[in-house]
């Protein structure tokens, strides 16, 4: 077994360029010892779609305050639109607002100001469930 860690894509959406810088920024580029993370940045659900289209997307972590399209809207799309979308995490600004995450079928939210403890734990148990076969929220009964 290899020591080197595991490469994953996490595609980081927000309109706001630093409230993308924020965030992967509390992700870091090593999540965990064993995780390696590169980022795709999108400021429109028109870049989030062209990147799922194209690329191996292992994660989405999306801005539920970013306007015109928020991170509800495009996670409940991409969930509604692909067979097998990729897990996906979204930044909230209130906790209260997890019932509407959940609707959207979000699989994990995270509340603004990221703790980049909390989000670096976050994202490599998403990470590692992906790795060891989870199937995200939304996908049941579409895969295999």
């Known amino acids: 077994m290899s020591d080197e860690p595991t490469q994953y894509t996490v595609l980081l959406y927000s309109d706001d ?5 924020r965030i992967r920024l509390a992700i870091g580029v090593r999540p ?3 995780l390696k993370v590169e980022f795709a940045d999108a400021s429109t659900w028109e870049d989030c779609r062209d990147l799922l ?4 997307i ?24 692909y067979a097998t979308p990729p897990p996906v995490c979204v930044v909230i600004a209130r906790a ?23 989000t670096g734990q976050t994202v490599a148990a998403m990470l590692r469930a992906r790795r060891n ?3 995200p929220l939304g996908t049941l009964g579409k895969l295999g």
């Open 96 to 118: 209260a607002d997890r019932w509407l995450a959940a609707y959207a079928q979000v699989d994990q939210t995270l509340v603004a100001p990221l703790d980049p403890v909390t």
């Open 32 to 34: 965990a010892a064993d």
């Open 53 to 56: 289209d194209k690329y191996e």
């Open 17 to 21: 360029a630093a409230v993308r810088d």
């Open 133 to 135: 076969g989870a199937v």
């Open 58 to 81: 292992d994660l989405m972590v999306l801005d539920g305050e970013a306007t015109p399209a928020g991170g509800m809207g495009i996670a409940r799309q991409t969930k509604d639109e």
